[in-house]
Nanobody
Framework: VQLQASGGGLVQAGGSLRLSCVAS????????MGWFRQASGKEREFVAS???????RYIDSVKGRFTISRDNAKSTVYLQMNSLKPEDTAVYYC???????????WGQGTLVTVSS
């Protein structure tokens, strides 16, 4: 299984970016997809997840600003990030799993840098 993340870049505070992650997994539609991030010098943290049912979860710090969605026909998960803040700066990883607490496959990461 391969996960290919893209869409990162440099943006000013208040701006927007949309991350994409394409999975090579044939059973994508029945899997949980998640986005995680790791800032420099910090541990990786959960950002958002979406189940096959469409149920979503978010870390409190991104609620109302980030939206996770999926297109099963394209085996792709998205993370729309609005009102970005400098503290959102991190490498963002997508992950594929069976449950929201067990992710088996990880993408290579895409860097998001938010300037103040």
């Amino acid at each position: 299984v391969q996960l290919q993340a893209s869409g990162g870049g440099l943006v000013q505070a208040g701006g927007s970016l949309r991350l994409s992650c394409v999975a090579s997994e044939r059973t994508f539609s029945s899997r949980v997809m998640g986005w995680f991030r790791q800032a420099s010098g910090k541990e990786r943290e959960f950002v958002a997840s979406i189940r096959w049912t469409g149920t979503t979860r978010y870390i409190d710090s991104v609620k109302g600003r980030f939206t996770i969605s999926r297109d099963n026909a394209k085996s792709t998960v998205y993370l729309q990030m609005n009102s970005l803040k400098p503290e959102d700066t991190a490498v963002y990883y997508c992950a594929l799993g069976v449950t929201t607490s067990q992710y088996d496959y990880w993408g290579q990461g895409t860097l998001v840098t938010v300037s103040s």
